[in-house]
C-alpha cells in the first residue's frame, strides 16, 4: 500500500530554512521563517511565560486529560481577549486546539458538515496553508482580489466586487490583522462595509487573527474584527496564540463559532466537541493553561502586554527605518508602504528574479514572490537589506 504513494511538494519556507543554514556567508538574513525574532536574532520565551511556567509546575497536580473542548476558562479568557465588548455570550460556541492551523482546519471541517457545497472565499493572495486545507478538505475554493502591487495597499474596490458574486451560504475568510503575507490592512470603514456585504449577501465570515497585538495594539488590531460580529448574525473566528504569546512550539489556539441563537450554540458547540473528539481526541493543554494564568492574573497580564508592546513597537521601528532606508537610496517614497504595514510581513513587490538575485548577490533570503518578515531584521541589516533591494532593480 505505502508503495503507491507520491512524493509530495516540498515546503517553500522549509526549503528556504534549509538553504540559509547551508550558506555559510556570516551577513546572510533570514526574511524567510515566520517567526518573530528580537535584535540578536533569537525569539525569546516571554517574562510572563516563563514565571506562569513556574507556577504552573509547582501547583499543577495532574496530567489527565481536560475536557473535549478544552478548559473553559481558556476559552473564555481568550474570547474575551479577541472580541472585547463585542463577547455574545450567549452566541459563543469554542473549543481548544493544537495552534491555529487546527482551529482552521476544524473550522472547515464545521463548514463542510454543516454546508458541504458552501465554497470558501479566500484573499488574493493568502496563507498557503489557507488553500491548501481547504483543497485536501474539498471545500471548492474562491479568490476575491485584495492586494494593489502598484500602491502596497489593499485594492477594495476590487475586492468588494469580487465579494459581490459570492453565493448565499458561502464563507469569506479575512485576516483579522497584520495579514500575511502582505502586511497591508482594511481600515475600520472598510471592515463595516463588508460587514454590511455579508450581512446583504447572507454570507459566512470566517476570520483567522493570528497577530493581536503585534500592529497598532492589542485592542485597535481587532477593532474590525468586534466591528463586524457587531453586524452579522454568525461567524467563525480561529484564534492563535503562537505569535502574541511566543509559544510557537506549545499549539495553542482556539476556533470560536457565533451561532445565531443560543438554541443553535447548544448544537454548534456540540458538532464542535465531536469534531475536536475525531481528529485529535482532546487538545493539549500546557500552552492554554499558561495562557489561561496569565489572562487572568493582574499582574502577569500586565507584564505581557507590556513585553509584547515592546515587540511591536520594534517591528513598527524597523519597519520606519528600512522605509527611510530606501527613500534616501532611491529619491523616492515608492517603498513608503513598508511603513505603513502591519505585523510581521510585507510583500515587498519583487519579482522571482529579482529575490534570486538578493539571494545570490547579497545574502537575503526570502519567500519567491518577495514576502519578507520584518522582524528578521535588525539596526544593521536595514541598510543590509535597502542595498540589496536597490541593486536588485526592485
Given at each position: 500500500?505505502?508503495?503507491?504513494?507520491?512524493?509530495?511538494?516540498?515546503?517553500?519556507?522549509?526549503?528556504?530554512?534549509?538553504?540559509?543554514?547551508?550558506?555559510?556567508?556570516?551577513?546572510?538574513?533570514?526574511?524567510?521563517?515566520?517567526?518573530?525574532?528580537?535584535?540578536?536574532?533569537?525569539?525569546?520565551?516571554?517574562?510572563?511565560?516563563?514565571?506562569?511556567?513556574?507556577?504552573?509546575?509547582?501547583?499543577?497536580?495532574?496530567?489527565?486529560?481536560?475536557?473535549?473542548?478544552?478548559?473553559?476558562?481558556?476559552?473564555?479568557?481568550?474570547?474575551?481577549?479577541?472580541?472585547?465588548?463585542?463577547?455574545?455570550?450567549?452566541r459563543l460556541a469554542c473549543v481548544a486546539t493544537p495552534g491555529g492551523t487546527s482551529a482552521i482546519r476544524q473550522g472547515l471541517e464545521l463548514i463542510r458538515m454543516?454546508?458541504?457545497?458552501?465554497?470558501?472565499?479566500?484573499?488574493?493572495?493568502?496563507?498557503?496553508?489557507?488553500?491548501?486545507?481547504?483543497?485536501?478538505?474539498?471545500?471548492?475554493?474562491?479568490?476575491?482580489?485584495?492586494?494593489?502591487?502598484?500602491?502596497?495597499?489593499?485594492?477594495?474596490?476590487?475586492?468588494?466586487?469580487?465579494?459581490?458574486?459570492?453565493?448565499?451560504?458561502?464563507?469569506?475568510?479575512?485576516?483579522?490583522?497584520?495579514?500575511?503575507?502582505?502586511?497591508?490592512?482594511?481600515?475600520?470603514?472598510?471592515?463595516?462595509?463588508?460587514?454590511?456585504?455579508?450581512?446583504?449577501?447572507?454570507?459566512?465570515?470566517?476570520?483567522?487573527?493570528?497577530?493581536?497585538?503585534f500592529g497598532d495594539g492589542l485592542d485597535a488590531d481587532a477593532a474590525g474584527l468586534r466591528a463586524l460580529v457587531s453586524k452579522v448574525p454568525e461567524a467563525l473566528?480561529?484564534?492563535?496564540?503562537?505569535?502574541?504569546?511566543?509559544?510557537?512550539?506549545?499549539?495553542?489556539?482556539?476556533?470560536?463559532?457565533?451561532?445565531?441563537?443560543?438554541?443553535?450554540?447548544?448544537?454548534?458547540?456540540?458538532?464542535?466537541?465531536?469534531?475536536?473528539?475525531?481528529?485529535?481526541?482532546?487538545?493539549?493543554?500546557?500552552?492554554?493553561?499558561?495562557?489561561?494564568?496569565?489572562?487572568?492574573?493582574?499582574?502577569?497580564?500586565?507584564?505581557?502586554?507590556?513585553?509584547?508592546?515592546?515587540?511591536?513597537?520594534?517591528m513598527l521601528s524597523l519597519r520606519e527605518a528600512l522605509a527611510t532606508a530606501l527613500r534616501a537610496r532611491t529619491g523616492s517614497d515608492r517603498f513608503g508602504f513598508?511603513?505603513?504595514?502591519?505585523?510581521?510581513?510585507?510583500?515587498?513587490?519583487?519579482?522571482?528574479?529579482?529575490?534570486?538575485?538578493?539571494?545570490?548577490?547579497?545574502?537575503?533570503?526570502?519567500?519567491?514572490?518577495?514576502?519578507?518578515?520584518?522582524?528578521?531584521?535588525?539596526?544593521?541589516?536595514?541598510?543590509?537589506?535597502?542595498?540589496?533591494?536597490?541593486?536588485?532593480?526592485?
Amino acid at each position: 500500500m505505502l508503495s503507491a504513494l507520491t512524493p509530495q511538494a516540498p515546503d517553500k519556507i522549509l526549503a528556504l530554512m534549509a538553504a540559509f543554514r547551508e550558506d555559510p556567508r556570516e551577513a546572510k538574513i533570514d526574511l524567510g521563517v515566520g517567526v518573530y525574532k528580537d535584535a540578536t536574532g533569537l525569539t525569546p520565551v516571554m517574562r510572563a511565560v516563563k514565571t506562569a511556567e513556574r507556577q504552573l509546575v509547582e501547583a499543577q497536580d495532574t496530567k489527565v486529560y481536560t475536557g473535549l473542548a478544552g478548559d473553559p476558562v481558556f476559552a473564555d479568557a481568550l474570547s474575551r481577549l479577541v472580541l472585547g465588548d463585542a463577547w455574545p455570550a450567549d452566541r459563543l460556541a469554542c473549543v481548544a486546539t493544537p495552534g491555529g492551523t487546527s482551529a482552521i482546519r476544524q473550522g472547515l471541517e464545521l463548514i463542510r458538515m454543516a454546508a458541504p457545497d458552501a465554497a470558501l472565499w479566500l484573499s488574493m493572495p493568502t496563507w498557503p496553508n489557507h488553500p491548501a486545507i481547504a483543497n485536501y478538505l474539498g471545500v471548492p475554493v474562491r479568490e476575491y482580489r485584495y492586494f494593489d502591487a502598484e500602491t502596497g495597499g489593499v485594492d477594495f474596490a476590487a475586492m468588494m466586487d469580487d465579494l459581490g458574486r459570492a453565493a448565499t451560504g458561502d464563507v469569506v475568510m479575512l485576516h483579522g490583522c497584520c495579514h500575511n503575507p502582505t502586511g497591508a490592512n482594511l481600515t475600520l470603514d472598510q471592515w463595516d462595509a463588508v460587514a454590511d456585504l455579508i450581512v446583504e449577501r447572507d454570507l459566512l465570515p470566517f476570520v483567522d487573527i493570528a497577530y493581536q497585538g503585534f500592529g497598532d495594539g492589542l485592542d485597535a488590531d481587532a477593532a474590525g474584527l468586534r466591528a463586524l460580529v457587531s453586524k452579522v448574525p454568525e461567524a467563525l473566528i480561529a484564534a492563535s496564540c503562537s505569535k502574541n504569546f511566543g509559544i510557537y512550539r506549545e499549539r495553542t489556539g482556539l476556533l470560536m463559532a457565533i451561532a445565531p441563537s443560543a438554541k443553535r450554540r447548544q448544537v454548534t458547540q456540540g458538532a464542535m466537541a465531536a469534531l475536536n473528539r475525531l481528529n485529535f481526541s482532546f487538545p493539549p493543554d500546557h500552552g492554554a493553561r499558561v495562557v489561561q494564568m496569565i489572562l487572568t492574573d493582574d499582574t502577569l497580564r500586565a507584564d505581557w502586554a507590556a513585553e509584547l508592546e515592546d515587540v511591536r513597537k520594534g517591528m513598527l521601528s524597523l519597519r520606519e527605518a528600512l522605509a527611510t532606508a530606501l527613500r534616501a537610496r532611491t529619491g523616492s517614497d515608492r517603498f513608503g508602504f513598508l511603513a505603513a504595514h502591519r505585523g510581521m510581513f510585507s510583500l515587498l513587490g519583487a519579482t522571482p528574479e529579482q529575490v534570486e538575485v538578493m539571494r545570490r548577490d547579497h545574502g537575503v533570503y526570502m519567500v519567491g514572490d518577495s514576502r519578507m518578515n520584518i522582524a528578521g531584521l535588525n539596526a544593521a541589516t536595514v541598510p543590509i537589506l535597502a542595498d540589496a533591494i536597490v541593486a536588485a532593480g526592485v
